[in-house]
């Protein structure tokens, strides 16, 4: 803020502590911080789907080897770490869709107290 001969710069200060202004502002901004937290639940989603493609993958590989091979000691060993992986990737797309729907819940709230002023 400028001041001339220590004080300070009224025509600045009005600019600055203009309602209309400050208002169009936070709207900016909060436009913005929607549409990125909108964007990252899309991604993350996204992200989701792939994982669960990656799963269901697994699941028809581990359900072959089930067919195939029953008896076969190292097959065993083979599916039981297939199955380890496949409960700890379903916990992390849980929690992937749980911070998606998060992002997206709290993007909406914003949204609807930005559209409010």
Known sequence: ???NNGLVNLEQLRLLANPDLLKDQLLVYFDWKTQREVQLATEINNLTRQLLDI????????????????TNVMVYKTRQELKFHQKDDMIRAMEMRSTA?????????????????
């Open 1 to 3: 803020m400028a001041a």
């Open 55 to 70: 799963i269901d993958e697994r699941l028809s590989f581990i359900g072959e080897l089930e067919q195939r091979l029953p």
């Open 101 to 117: 729907l998060h992002l997206h819940h709290r993007a909406m709230k914003g949204f609807h107290f930005y559209k409010s002023l």
